[in-house]
């Protein structure tokens, strides 16, 4: 909860450099134009924080997805993304989770070498556990934040490297899975 609270905080606080980006931002400068699509693939290994029942553990797992989205305005994009997190076998639990996942992102265009961004999402998920030799496949939710920032290559591709929290809710009951990841990516518009 304490790191919704302050994302939520650090999103409020950059709300009014928006209006400041915009005005020395001019089009000349934006590297992402209102009706502009981005097709991406990320990636990522990091760790992260299991509960079970009283016992909490760091983790380390794979995540990859691939994203698509719209600029609905010069700096204002939606989009969906798939994704495939998987958890070793460490310490009697193995897991898979496979979603799809909202997004929406605001991206502060002062110049087009460097775009930072903010954003939040939703999703839904099939995981399937193995927790303590017990196996259970169920639907599950999530939502998160993000922020990070794109490094154009050229005029159609561009690095891109994010820190994304998630939080998965779960339907067992003694289970809470939440995740920090930083993700690493290229992506393409057109």
Known sequence: MKKLVVLALAFLLCLPFVSYA???GGAENQYFQKGDWEVGFHGSYNNLNVKVEDE???INFLYLDGAVSYFLT???SIGVNTSWLYLPEVEDIEAYAIGLEGNA????QMNRRFIPYIGAHVGGFFVNAEVKGESESEDANSYGFHAGFKIPINDNVYFDTQLKWTDYKLPW????LKTTRVLLGLSIKF
């Open 173 to 176: 009951d003694e289970t809470d």
């Open 22 to 24: 915009e005005s020395i």
């Open 105 to 108: 992102r605001y991206h502060f």
């Open 74 to 76: 010069n700096n204002f």
């Open 56 to 58: 909490s553990e760091k």
